[in-house]
């Protein structure tokens, strides 16, 4: 009832082909909301560290419904018995949309405004849109089903795991997509080998123990990409520059500064009372043209912010070995002392608050919101987590490497550095 | 004096690193308008087609670069008399440099308001610029002599063809990046060993008849690419609505209706007036940023137009095997009949008309400004020109096998369907 | 019935992972005669130009295997009516076992001998072998069927097209396996593309329309292979030394010469009377062994060979633009003077009689024994030959470009150029 | 003195194009020692479980002389002053040469015959050898010097360690060449980015610490491939069966058995007097040729094996998780009681002793003849040794995750199983 009459392809650099044969995927991406992915990039500022990485959540959210349909093919095609046949069509769904909520610069404005994708997501598949639209023709609580697994509340959790969890769809897609756009080798794993020792079992999806080589090959390519592209201590400092933007338009949209640019969705987001139809009309080139127009505002923090942002003239990263603890305080008193502003010229950063983890070994029955962590399947049906079986897994599932780091606009420093503490001095390289 | 202390690298998806070593070259890639190509996608509206074409003008630019540093340092390293090492400097410079006059979705922007990127390029090169500013602290003169190698009336042809020529770094760059990015395995060919068998001979850059097989290899991926991926109908689809855009636009700006938002570059294009600091202004998040708004016109053909480009509701097509003279009249009046604006609501088009050509032979000596076709060099220092040498690429240059479609917006011709005469309703498949 | 338990998986360089499911196919991978073909090289000789290109046809018979079992399994899913859901099995077992009767160094020994691999393959199938008794495990004429696949006389043409026509399964597999092994990037095509647009029409394999693109891209990859691998010069020197070796052997034999190494396959073999028996136990080992110790034969003149096969101290090759009619005459009177055998240190030789051909144009109703050509299906389903609608192929299919070359050992020849003709010395570049 | 008029050229699937622009080098590659590199496996008997690794030992040697070259050229390039100029030849030279010595199966016939290929690459460097006279050439000690480097005496360890470490070009190249030709995906690291972290630094060969993650991939990669490819159990089972018929026809050998077949090096061989001529003749087709005559011996067990191993027969193998330590002698009292002979029907396996290792840390100065560890260079000139800052590769170097395995011949134990006690028939799974 749901076939295309002749199935669609897509053509996609990661996965060479991506076909859809459900009516249901094919309107979905049809909709206004969805085509909007095509305006948010993957990676956020990245591309300004890998200037391949220009690709957007589209592609992204394409490419984890293609994971997930392959996946379910193998179980179909297996017979297994563990697997629910009838959760197909929601798992296509959720897998499509489970990133349908993002926005622009979407951890950043996370960060700023205190907002969650994951909610957004839900509140578009459960309100007044074309995407809820299309679910309901499948049944009215077709929509309600969809947005539970994406909120991981649905009551199959094999359904939530193969969407969310240690290695889920979204996690394989991601990881093989942004290696190949911005060009380092280090996301390669052999999916088609993964995709092969998954098993439905008992409400989970494991992975059979012959395939253990092939997840620790991909747990190592995760620890690597976080390490060399998520991570990236440039991408830090544009991720730093852009939160900043948003901080200070914030303060001074709150002050009743009158700016000269201000389309309803950015005034709604400075205001803290954005609804879903703005929500829907921000993306990023909105925000750029923003930052372009801001770039000749009257206050100069936010002006200058804005052209760092667009000329990508970033802050300067210093790595710090063993911060103590009042050097923060220290540096913004220095830091007001050279007449720049401590909140906006100046900030400390540790990679561990960011929206990735290497791999967080786990319960086999985690609680509810947490995500299932890889379970091994021997051949005489024990479930082990995978840590406890692997070494290498072990090894990286307990490192904390990250460091910490000084992030300031050397140009502004540079002109009063003599009258900075010799300490401080040393400490940032001057 | 140039050189860096230390040389830059890039992670480049198609070249894995792209080096820089000089001084000018690194200061030029930091220039604000350098950075604004990292705004404009290098296929147009060609990620409506394939989702993986969201590559930008920064990468490619990078890349022509890279070809060319590699092309002078093999003449350097065999120390070929007949490359004047001279040029080096400025070889790159104009390789970096050649694109940087693109604006937002430059081919339909330059047909509908009759600019030039070229002329645009040199302006910014010659103009109150920072790119300009770096340029003549090589020497006063260097700005005139990269344009003049961009404008194709540099006195060395040498360093025009490396550039600009029917084998040019630009041109191998953008067949290697349009086929990773869309995915394609057409584009590919064997880029090393092209680089080998070139040779700098008498004022041109020549081919070494060894290698004409891997020069025909050349040809054939980009007549492949020209018909998969650059005439790809979708692409011709989106690239018409987002004309139609502009010229709607342009005509109610004619008319003085009153928009509700037009930031001044925008109104300055509209107006035909626009100038070296506003065109640097216009990116492409400000021309979607506009459709965003302008989705909520009054106007009801162009928010209409607008919502469809964004939304991707683009026209239908259907190829027209032997169009007679009238019939594009015949449609205009029916159009007309059924309530629908024949200058918007109807396009007739054939790719002939495009920025791109397969490959058209020429003579070793072309006039100014044209480009030089590819020349094979026989072991007795006989230069020809290649389509005599080889059968493949005569057959090609030959071919128009361009097709004549018409676009329309099938939604809107369906209710009134009936009302169509049923010769033209059978040639539309309707 | 046939169906394996658990699904076998072949790790492949070209299709990643083979599937086996059918127990029958999984048998006749383990027989003696199938494992023999990992002791014979797929390109013969091509290893002494190409050093990659070392894989045997034992890989690429699994290739060609796998490329077939897509194809039916894209006709199965798609339920099309044309495809004879019962040739299934006879199809996979034709296409696994078509190369079974090739001998080592294959082209040369069939030149040499006058045998055909086609015939030994069918001997192979009908003879007392393990092949044989696996085949008749599924039915008393099973063996007859499948022999008659593969010379080409089973009554379903469709099922001959699939291993043997201008586009079939062997060839497809062998472009993309040759140039994998020997590194070129011009064998690479849209395998996956071309897959999808074949469709099974009224007996025969045709391609959609809207594949022709990619159809072109194949035959243009073929083209470029010919004449970059196939017919490449030093590989020709190879096959030509190799024959001669051979050519002089037998010679010998025929005049009684007491050989010091002479394994019987061998001795069968320069008889001309060799049997089933013995041809399975020929294989490049033993032919390789064989000429370690005629490098120590009395013999000069094979003694010779066999040293300059084994270090790959090949002969000479020089084109000939347009060699007149008595020139071989010439040379050989020539050879003869300085005191070398003109049968043997001499050979003129062109591409053309090689058993590839570029692209032959045929009637869609080809004679028995006549491969299909590649039938385009149009959408109001017309068949047209692929060269009447593409240019591109037009061209292609037409051309000889093969030349004329002269082979001969040049260290021999040296020592006696002052006693050549200068004209020779100056066609021979001496 | 050295250079070639014109840069010869090797295609290669690994490295795209090996240039040769020295004269010595190009005589080298051309003397029949190292062409009998041709006729080797790079991974003796693992093509009979990925059946892609057809690849020579000639490549391999091809490939790591590529690589050396980029090191030293990027030294030569950045003229880092503790890369010592003068050393380049004897560094290209060695590392060219360093598996010469490798014969046929190499490391089962090292372990029965008990030799050494080492040994025999300065053999044929010192000895009556083509190679011999090339290097002489150069100088009348460079054989020696280039011998010296290979055994790892020469007095700059910065030399031996380019040929010979943790890290060494040998290395870099099998790992992406074992990779590239098996179709696995483990082995893949970015060898261009190792390449550039690389600086000589005071005798040694060390990494800048900006590239450590590069390193640890790369360490990754090795470890993958070990347990994946070089430890993999039917590779294991495969070398068992090699290693038993030569155990076996020695044995007969010793016992005056009269062979039907028996060429003098295999004689020499199995007398343990094989001397350097006879060494230079034995290859890998003579070895096969052999097993081929051997398979119709009347001694059973030496036909049976070898049939096993023409015909890809192999052992089965079952893991064992905690073997007590009488349980090789109760297997053997057990297969005597059912008339198998312990010695070859049975062999119980660990892979700790093979010829790789995943990764020993060491001392920065290790003993001679100890490889070198990889070391870390930081920002402040300190070298560490890389698995006292990177926790993963600690957690690898520690690593024994070797199984022991018991491999049998099942279709001889079948008939007899019911004889077997009940435990030990569990233990095997019969």
Request: glycine letters at 4%.
């Amino acid at each position: 009832m749901y076939r295309l009459r002749e199935e669609k392809v897509f053509k996609d650099p990661v996965h060479q082909s991506i076909y859809v044969q459900e009516a249901t995927i094919w309107k979905l991406i049809n909709t206004a909301e969805f085509q909007r992915l095509r305006r948010i990039r993957q990676l956020g500022t990245s591309y300004l560290t890998f200037h391949g990485a220009e690709h957007s959540r589209f592609s992204h959210s394409l490419g984890v419904y293609d994971i997930t349909r392959r996946i379910i093919s193998q179980f179909e095609r297996n017979g297994y018995q563990d697997w629910p046949q009838e959760e197909k069509m929601v798992s296509l769904c959720a897998s499509l949309l489970h990133d349908v909520g993002h926005g622009p610069f979407s951890h950043a404005i996370e960060q700023v405004f205190d907002t969650n994708h994951e909610e957004w997501s839900c509140a578009i598949i459960l309100g007044d849109t074309e995407i809820n639209r299309v679910l309901k023709e499948v049944s009215e609580d077709f929509p309600e089903k969809v947005a539970a697994v994406i909120c991981k509340t649905y009551d199959k959790p094999i359904v939530v795991s193969l969407v969310s969890s240690q290695m889920d769809a979204d996690r394989m897609d991601y990881l093989l997509r942004d290696a190949y756009f911005t060009g380092v080798n280090y996301g390669t794993f052999d999916l088609d080998r993964i995709l092969r020792v998954l098993r439905p079992y008992r409400g989970r999806i494991v992975v059979k123990e012959s395939g253990m080589h092939a997840v620790e090959d991909y747990l190592m390519s995760r620890y690597q990409m976080y390490w060399q592209i998520y991570f990236h201590p440039v991408t830090r400092s544009s991720d730093i520059v852009l939160r900043q933007i948003f901080m200070r338009a914030r303060e001074l949209f709150r002050e009743g500064h009158a700016f000269k640019f201000l389309l309803p969705p950015l005034a709604q987001l400075l205001n803290g009372t954005i609804g879903l139809r703005d929500y829907l009309a921000l993306d990023e080139a909105m925000v750029q043209t923003a930052f372009g127009q801001w770039a000749d505002e009257e206050d100069e923090i936010l002006a200058d912010l804005c052209k760092r942002f667009l000329n990508r003239r970033l802050y300067k990263y210093v790595p710090l070995d063993n911060p103590h603890e009042t050097l923060e305080e220290e540096l913004r008193e220095q830091w007001e002392r050279i007449g720049l502003h401590p909140d906006y010229h100046l900030q400390m950063d540790t990679p561990t608050n960011l929206p990735y983890d290497v791999y967080k070994p786990g319960s086999p029955d985690p609680e509810p919101k947490e995500k299932t962590p890889v379970l091994v399947l021997d051949e005489k049906d024990r479930l082990t987590e995978i840590s406890l079986k692997s070494d290498i897994v072990r090894s990286i599932a307990g490192l904390h490497t990250g460091k910490y780091y000084i992030y300031y606009p050397e140009d502004l420093v540079l002109p009063h550095v003599n009258r900075l503490k010799p300490e401080i001095r040393e400490m940032l390289g001057l």
